[in-house]
C-alpha cells in the first residue's frame, strides 16, 4: 500500500518508544508537533494520518484539530493515544497498554480506507455516481453482544448513534455475522474469560471479520489477536458508546467508498447507498426481463418488502440485507414509497414465496436501537402470467401489498 505523506505526531512530551517504533521501521515517516502547533501542522505537513497523545495540555486544541482533520479530503485518520475521556467523533482510539505493536496495524488498515477514498475520487468523474453526503455512521449497523446489567444501557447509548442488532448468545451473534452488514462489534459483560477468548479467535481467522472494529467492555484482553480495529473500551454506557463511534464511523465509510466504486464500475446503475439497483436501472432490466420470460418461457416472480414509511432505516436495513443475501441472478431496487422490490428471476411462486420468507424473518430480526422501531415488512409476492406485461405485475404486486397491510 503506498503511503503518501508523513504521519503527524502530535504530543507536548516526548515520544513514546511504539511511536519511535514506526519511524525506525521506516513504515511511516513521523513528524513531531505540539499541540499549540498542530492544526496549522496539518495545513503544512499534509500528513497520511495524525497521532495525539493524549497525555497533557491537548484539551484546548482537540476540538479544533478534529475539526481541521475531519475537513481534509481524502479521508484523513486521527487517531488518539490513550485518551481518559469522551474522544471528537472522527478520533480513533488507541490504548498503548498490553500490545502498542498493534499501532502499525491500526495504522495500516485506516491508510487502506484513505487509499480507498482517494480511488474513489479519482474515479468519480467517469459516472454519473455522486458519494452519499450523509455521515456514515448514521447508516452503520452494531453487533451488540452481552447479557449483564449494563446490555439495555449499552443498547440505549448505541442505539442514538446507530442501529444495534442485539445478540444475547454468541451462537445468535454469529448468525448475524453470516447474514448482516455489521460495522462493529461490541462484547459487554456476561462471559467468561474462555468463551471471550474464543469468539475474538475465531473473528481474527476469518478475514471477511479481520478488520470489523471490536470493542470489549468487560475483560483485560491478555492474548494478541490479529484484529487491527480491536480496542478494550471500559466504563458508563454513554463513553463506551462515544469513544467507539469512531471506530465504527470509520468501518461504515468504508463499506460506503466500497459501494461507491461497485457502483462506478457499474457504470452507476447500482445506488451506493443500498447496494441494489437504481430506480432507472430497476426498469430497464426488470421490462427486459419480463420480456425474455414471455418469449422464452420459465417462470419470474417478484416480492415487495414494504415497511412503516415513519422508519426509514428499516428499508436501507432491508436492502443491504438482500443484497447481500439474494442470489447472483436475482435484482431489486429500494422504492420512493418506503419498500424494496425484488425480482427473483427462474423462479415460480411457491418457491419465491419461501424465499421471500427466510429474508423477511432475518429483517425482523433488527431493531434500530430505538426499542419500538421493529423493522417488519408487510411481504407480498407474485408470479409473471402470460397475459402480464412489467407494469401490469408491479401494479398487482402494489395493490395486493396494499390490501395486505389493511
Not at 518508544?17 to 525506525?24: M, P, Q, R, S, Y
Amino acid at each position: 500500500m503506498s503511503q503518501a505523506g508523513p504521519i503527524l505526531f502530535v504530543s507536548n512530551a516526548e515520544r513514546p518508544a511504539f511511536v519511535a517504533a514506526l519511524d525506525e521501521a521506516r513504515l511511516f515517516p513521523v513528524v513531531d508537533t505540539d499541540w499549540a502547533s498542530a492544526a496549522r501542522a496539518v495545513e503544512q505537513v499534509q500528513p497520511a494520518a495524525v497521532l495525539a497523545a493524549m497525555n497533557s495540555g491537548y484539551e484546548p486544541y482537540l476540538a479544533l484539530l478534529a475539526r481541521k482533520i475531519a475537513d481534509q479530503s481524502p479521508y484523513l485518520p486521527f487517531v488518539a493515544l490513550d485518551a481518559a475521556g469522551t474522544l471528537p467523533h472522527n478520533a480513533l482510539p488507541f490504548s498503548s497498554r498490553g500490545n502498542p505493536d498493534r499501532l502499525s496495524a491500526r495504522l495500516r488498515a485506516a491508510l487502506r480506507v484513505r487509499t480507498l477514498h482517494a480511488t474513489v475520487l479519482r474515479r468519480l468523474p467517469e459516472v454519473k455516481v455522486a458519494l452519499p453526503q450523509s455521515d456514515p455512521s448514521r447508516d452503520a449497523t452494531v453487533l451488540l453482544i452481552g447479557r449483564g446489567a449494563a446490555y439495555p444501557a449499552l443498547s440505549v447509548a448505541l442505539g442514538e448513534r446507530v442501529g444495534v442488532i442485539g445478540a444475547l448468545s454468541i451462537e445468535a451473534a454469529a448468525k448475524h455475522l453470516n447474514t448482516r452488514d455489521i460495522d462493529g462489534v461490541v462484547l459487554a459483560e456476561g462471559f467468561t474469560a474462555r468463551v471471550t477468548d474464543a469468539f475474538l479467535t475465531v473473528l481474527a481467522e476469518d478475514t471477511r471479520f479481520r478488520s470489523l472494529p471490536v470493542i470489549v467492555t468487560a475483560h483485560q484482553l491478555v492474548q494478541t489477536y490479529d484484529l487491527p480495529n480491536l480496542e478494550l473500551i471500559p466504563g458508563e454506557p454513554a463513553k463506551v458508546a462515544a469513544n467507539a463511534l469512531p471506530l465504527i464511523r470509520q468501518h461504515a465509510l468504508e463499506a460506503q467508498l466500497s459501494r461507491t466504486l461497485r457502483s462506478i464500475d457499474a457504470g452507476g446503475w447500482l445506488d451506493p447507498r443500498s447496494g441494489l439497483l437504481t430506480t432507472e436501472a430497476f426498469a430497464r432490466d426488470f421490462s427486459k426481463a419480463v420480456e425474455q420470460t414471455l418469449a422464452r418461457g420459465g417462470g419470474l416472480s417478484v416480492a415487495r418488502f414494504a415497511f412503516d414509511p415513519s422508519n426509514p432505516r428499516a428499508q436501507l436495513d432491508a436492502a443491504r440485507i438482500l443484497s447481500r443475501l439474494m442470489r447472483q441472478m436475482d435484482f431489486g431496487t429500494a422504492q420512493k414509497d418506503g419498500s424494496v422490490i425484488v425480482v427473483f428471476a427462474e423462479t415460480d411462486f411457491r418457491t419465491a414465496h419461501m424465499i421471500a420468507r427466510r429474508l423477511s424473518a432475518v429483517m425482523r430480526h433488527t431493531s434500530n436501537g430505538k426499542h419500538e422501531m421493529r423493522s417488519d415488512p408487510v411481504v407480498s409476492v407474485d408470479s409473471l402470467s402470460s397475459s402480464d406485461t412489467a407494469r401490469s405485475l408491479l401494479a398487482r404486486l402494489s395493490a395486493d401489498a396494499s390490501r395486505a397491510a389493511s
